[in-house]
């Protein structure tokens, strides 16, 4: 089953192998890449595309133009920069408490008047905000009275067939009534959680994690047992059976694509070896699938619930990463378990606000959804591309940094002993805002991680501000 | 300290002092009334002020016009009919589970094709819906991309300085940074429980008590200690004493005024009374003021923040019940457990949607609300009116009911031995939804019971269906 997203333009399908190739080894840093005639008549390509193609990966520097030369592969920053080795958390459940540091970050995090490396919240602008709004300003006029009432806690019924009919082209089928519209995936999650364990209960989850996500195993009184986690392939699936092996573990919690903070894609097989483990072990799955459209290869990874239909599975999403956070339109579909987040929701919120569902539905009946997803892919791609040379350039050699697949944020490991406590403290006072590595555990490591957000617009402001933390960062280090 | 809500039309105010009269026995069933002459002398009014009182309580069926002779006072149905008997709920905590006939009843109850005396809810054109709807459509216009970001987690800062002047009008102290806004009262709740008990703990409600509640107790797996309440006063304070000293109890949680289903109004010196005794026992008190503006009488009743301002009290509220239950916003206060209600909103759903905020800040600020609520106090008071006379005519004799001071619904005990969920299936056959006693308890009482809502315009089908009602009553008892 060919998993291209079907309307991708041929030159970024076409830059997405060029692309390969150089992951691969088979274009090497240096090496001249094929002149734009040849790339067009080996693909059968007009010579606009094959341009169009080289000029999509020149912007992402896998290619420089040299003059009258043609483009050679260039200096891939990851080649100089590994990512960080596989986690290697304790082997115990950890009672989270992490809320008020947390608090603290959050508060300058989103204060405009500080440079934003610290929430993982794209600016309005990048998103699909404005049409969306006129969706909801003509829903109000027109639909008003009719959806002034407690809505079906299901939620809207044709957003639920759009989510249905997005879930369907991944190969995930779930009726339109297998579908629970939530306020934001916040919510969806703590309905998950709610549904599947109780407080004292054990949780497994990929560590670093996103410190949201312990916030809610705070606020639900549970226990995290953090799994070794690779950056760049995900979960360990021998030490997941062992961990289940060794105590009562009541979910597990997994990003299904892109996880924040590591950003990596787990394949098919993995997925598939992850549910069957989960379902030898009899622990359901809570998948989190926020950040998968934000995919920067050439398909749109699947979630669990597509490759193992017949599992225990509950997937939570939401657009508040790709059209709008300021609608708070999350959803859950879980196979196995519809009635009981039917009535946890309802126990919870009753039901969402009506019209901002109905406008979601209109904005993806209107048909343009693809078509932005196509222009953030590329701009999130860019960003975390832009990011990742200055860092490269800038922060301390031994830094070690994620090569995200998809998804807006990017993690950095500085050599051992380093504080990223201490060069957020100097950091904000420069205004500067970031979050450190310390609140992606429940457990107390990653003192010499940080994350960086690249989900605003690519700005001088930004770039210096990223050269400025290499600096403090380098002095910390004398 | 003059409660009287400020701006009341002179003749509403009027005749609710002909209405206490009636009440005291000061007049009593077939006097005649003062003169409209006589009685616009008597408190130095214009004439037609004084016929303005005079139609509205005609219209409320206190007075009758008999031609060429004057008004008299009408048999008011509640000389006919008492109330309950203030409940005799069992003395231990009961672990509550009632979610799966509440989702039957619900699915009637939300069915257009059902007579609606099921769901306590407004119909849309009886609320401000449509001016609402139009300050959303001029902010999504207008304000859209600034409101797309993560809101604060307390909410819009506007709508929090507009419940906080509300909420001194009524003595009751709390600044726009003490007050969080919530996704409904449900979501207010909900945090109240969360920042108060755990899993296994007991909390002391009224009986009967809201079925909605029950099922957010039911979600975070807490045990209900009913309390005797009377269908006048409200709960009973020698009682609560006692049972807050035999267990313990995590949290206490009462309707502020206007309780669903009993509709009595608790006066401030038993406020003040039931604060003195839950602070005694180091009881937190949780309560629930959605009803509060739907006040029948001269004034507003103060919520017990207000009334005892030291003690440990959460409110939580909403404008679901009076302006729009589609937008889903609700709001807490909590004098000194701010910060950790507020880490919950986040643990929970991270923030509201920010354009229905932003709408309902603006719809507050305009001006027109208390203007509406006079508007919908006396529909609502008319409904009930209206319903009570049906009841009286159509019930069999010994049927109880309340006489609600406020909300809109009323409750009817029948004969013991009377079973409601048998009228109920039998109602449902003939497209009538009710909600049957059954539901408003969880340890087993009220079969005998039903709650009648009141919250759609007056209609010939209502009015026929519960006639019907009553008939079917009668012959369920033969």
């Known amino acids: 089953m060919d998993q291209r997203t079907p309307d991708l333009p041929l030159y970024e399908a076409l830059a997405g192998r060029v692309v390969a190739l150089v992951d691969d080894g088979v274009l090497r840093v240096g090496m001249r890449a094929p002149s734009v005639r040849a790339f067009a008549a080996q ?46 958390p304790p082997q115990r459940a950890t009672q989270v408490s992490v809320s008020n540091p947390v608090f603290s970050v959050l508060a300058y995090a989103t204060d405009p008047s500080y440079a934003p490396l610290g929430c993982a919240v794209p600016s ?36 639920r067939g759009q989510i249905s009919e997005r879930a369907l082209r991944l190969g995930h089928a779930v009726p339109p009534d297998g579908v629970l519209i939530s306020n934001g995936c916040t919510e969806a999650l703590n309905i998950a959680l709610s549904v599947t364990t109780k407080p004292g209960d054990t949780v497994a989850i990929e560590s670093p994690t996103y410190f949201g996500l312990l916030q809610v195993l705070e606020a639900h009184g549970l226990r995290a047992l953090e799994l070794p986690t690779d950056p760049t392939s995900g979960i360990d699936v021998a030490a997941l059976d062992k961990a289940l092996g060794a105590r009562r573990v ?29 379902t030898r072990h009899g ?34 999403s939401s657009f508040s990463k790709t059209i709008a956070p300021g609608y708070r339109i999350g959803w859950l579909a879980a196979n196995r378990r519809h009635d009981q987040i039917l009535a946890a929701k309802f126990a919870l919120s009753l039901s969402g606000a009506a019209l901002p569902q109905k406008a979601m539905a209109d904005f993806l009946t209107s048909g343009g959804y693809d078509a ?58 420069e205004r500067i805002c970031f979050v450190p590595g310390s609140l992606f555990t429940a457990s107390g490591g990653y003192r010499n991680c940080l994350r960086l957000s690249c989900s605003h617009d690519w700005s001088a402001r930004i770039e210096r501000s990223v050269e400025r933390l290499g600096e403090l960062a380098d002095e910390l280090l004398q």
């Open 43 to 88: 693909h059968g390509v007009s010579l606009t595309t094959a341009l169009q193609a080289y000029r999509l990966l020149e912007d992402r520097g896998v290619l420089a133009a040299r003059p009258k030369s043609g483009f050679y592969v260039t200096s891939r920053t990851h080649t100089r920069r590994p990512p960080p080795a596989a986690s290697q």
């Open 124 to 159: 309005a602008g990048l998103l699909a905000a404005e049409r969306l709004d006129r969706h909801l300003a003509r829903c109000a006029r027109v639909h008003g009275r009719n959806y002034n009432v407690y809505a079906d806690p299901h939620g809207d019924a044709e957003l």
């Open 250 to 278: 009541a979910a597990c919690l997994l990003a299904s694509s892109f996880s924040n903070p590591l950003g990596y894609r787990t394949d098919d097989a993995r997925k598939a070896a992850i549910t069957k483990v989960l």
């Open 283 to 316: 622990v359901p799955l809570i998948e989190d699938d926020i950040y998968g459209d934000i995919s920067f290869g050439a398909d749109r990874p699947r979630p669990f619930a597509a490759i193992s239909p017949k599992a225990d599975i509950i997937l939570c």
């Open 372 to 429: 932005h997803l196509r222009r953030i892919r590329k701009l999130f791609a860019d960003n975390i591309d832009r990011m990742r040379r200055t860092v490269d350039r800038s922060f301390p050699r031994d830094t070690r940094m994620t090569d995200p697949r998809g998804g807006f944020v990017l993690w950095l490991e500085l050599p051992h002993g380093f504080d990223a406590d201490a060069l957020y403290a100097r950091a904000i006072r």
